[in-house]
């Protein structure tokens, strides 16, 4: 045995917690970043007639697509610099500062003055929320019980939803020729999301370190201390606490992972979990970021929506993605991660490939459009949830954040970056048939990671983390 090892029980203390007022409090100020990216994002797809007009910024269709692709490289490259920031660091340093980057940034878009400015504000935007990604999750998976880990994560991360229906809601108002005028009421929306980001620094002061990063540094007493309050905390609220039902672990104090720790863990210790993250990240992003950020193009091109009622359809659709992982949420904790991962994943597949043919047939309009979506979106927004659980929960604690920001990176890059350009210009073709080819894509590629899954998935149900993935520094 290492001399220098240490032995804790923080793992099983935090697992064993009752759920009380502390956890509100972590879901509260850390899951308002799903929030700010769903606002960022309907706002854009709702907007995206008023700022690309005469009274905004005269954009093209294909540029408000290379726009929306402009916001996920800033994710991509925020997610995986603040990452790595984030496991070196510590959650509560990192996420802080990344709410900062993403509320000045998002203000500084409503003072766009051209179609450059307004695509390099849009990238600082999404560095922002890439680096929230990284340090939100990683941090939010460390701290819930890990009975409730999976409901909680689904239901987080379905919050984007809520900042959807903000979004689109606050477009019909904003976008009222009535209240404002046409060239001014796109750029106060972006105020939005920058007065919530700052709002939230304060909020996110009473969340304290993860005390499981905390242990893993060396930092053992601080950890202790941490978890002393956090137990005080939910103890004096609920009483008696149950004794840890786990047991100890030994860890021994290390420096940082190096790149070839980090392609050793990938590509040798967990190759298939390598392969599953890789593959349910891409295909979420792809079908999403394909059909969303372009939505508000579709209904108004081949549905004849004027661009002040486009907020009124979207609200529908944030409806059913924000109930989906809500309502199917504790189902991925009692039935099993490996199940309804497969069958959300296939079933939504499945009925956007019906979809599909349907709108090349000419056989929908623009509720019809919107009611589908709503129903498919209800399924693949708890697939999309759980995608993140996934490489969040099934990889080492001291690579955690780093981790989820590669994978995030790879599926924004695939399916994000490559989705709403593609779409873009498929729209523009005006082509129903080309739209179709598309929307079979995206459907192909979820109906292939529900198959992957059910191949390679992990049983990582009510588990916790150091027994799924055991720490790097854990003396084995």
């Not at 996420?95 to 409503?110: C, D, H, P, R």
């Not at 409901?151 to 809601?169: E, R, S, Y």
């Not at 019909?172 to 009421?185: K, Q």
């Amino acid at each position: 045995m290492a001399e220098r090892s240490y032995e804790t029980d923080i793992p099983a203390r935090l697992d064993r917690l009752p759920w009380q007022r502390f956890h509100w409090l972590v879901i509260a100020a850390l899951g308002i970043t799903w929030i700010l990216d769903g606002l960022e994002v309907t706002l854009v797809g709702s907007l995206s007639g008023a700022f690309a007009g005469p009274n905004g910024l005269s954009m093209s269709e294909s540029q408000i697509g290379f726009a929306a692709s402009a916001y996920l490289a800033g994710a991509i490259l925020g997610a995986l610099g603040f990452g790595q920031l984030t496991d070196l660091y510590g959650r509560k340093r990192l996420f802080s500062i990344t709410v900062l980057v993403y509320a000045a940034a998002t203000i500084a878009t409503g003072f766009s003055w051209n179609f450059v400015s307004f695509a390099v504000f849009r990238f600082g935007t999404g560095a922002g929320i890439g680096g929230e990604y990284a340090a939100i999750n990683s941090a939010i998976d460390e701290l819930i019980p890990a009975r409730a880990r999976g409901w909680t994560d689904l239901a987080v991360n379905g919050t984007f939803w809520i900042g959807a229906a903000l979004g689109a809601g606050s477009s019909l108002a904003l976008l009222d020729p009535r209240l404002l005028p046409p060239w001014l009421g796109w750029r106060l929306a972006f105020g939005i999301g920058g007065a919530l980001g700052l709002g939230v620094v304060m909020l996110r002061r009473l969340v304290p370190e993860s005390p499981r990063w905390l242990m893993t540094h060396g930092r053992l007493a601080e950890a202790e201390r941490v978890v002393r309050e956090i137990e005080a905390r939910v103890g004096g609220r609920a009483g008696a606490l149950p004794r840890p039902a786990g047991k100890p672990i030994r860890l021994v104090p290390r420096g940082p992972v190096s790149l070839v720790e980090l392609a050793t863990v990938l590509l040798r210790r967990y190759p298939r979990r390598t392969l599953l993250g890789l593959t349910l990240m891409a295909a979420q992003a792809f079908c999403y970021n394909a059909v969303f950020f372009t939505y508000a193009l579709v209904l108004r091109r081949f549905y004849a929506v004027p661009a002040d009622r486009v907020g009124a359809y979207i609200l529908a659709f944030a409806a059913g993605n924000f109930l989906g992982p809500l309502l199917l949420g504790r189902l991925f904790d009692t039935i099993g991660r490996r199940v309804m991962i497969t069958l959300t994943y296939g079933l939504a597949g499945a009925l956007m490939a019906a979809t599909a043919l349907l709108f090349a047939f000419g056989a929908l309009g623009a509720a019809d459009q919107t009611a589908l979506w709503t129903a498919i979106f209800f399924i693949a927004s708890a697939a999309a949830s759980a995608a993140y659980l996934t490489v969040g929960e099934t990889f080492p604690l001291e690579l955690r954040a780093l981790i989820i920001a590669l994978f995030y990176a790879f599926g924004a890059a695939i399916g994000g970056i490559a989705g709403p350009s593609l779409f873009g210009i498929l729209i523009q073709s005006g082509s129903r048939d080309a739209l179709m080819w598309g929307y079979l894509l995206a459907a192909g590629l979820m109906v292939g990671a529900a198959a992957v899954e059910g191949a390679i998935g992990v049983n990582a149900e009510r588990r916790s983390l150091e027994d799924i993935a055991a720490p790097l520094s854990m003396d084995l």
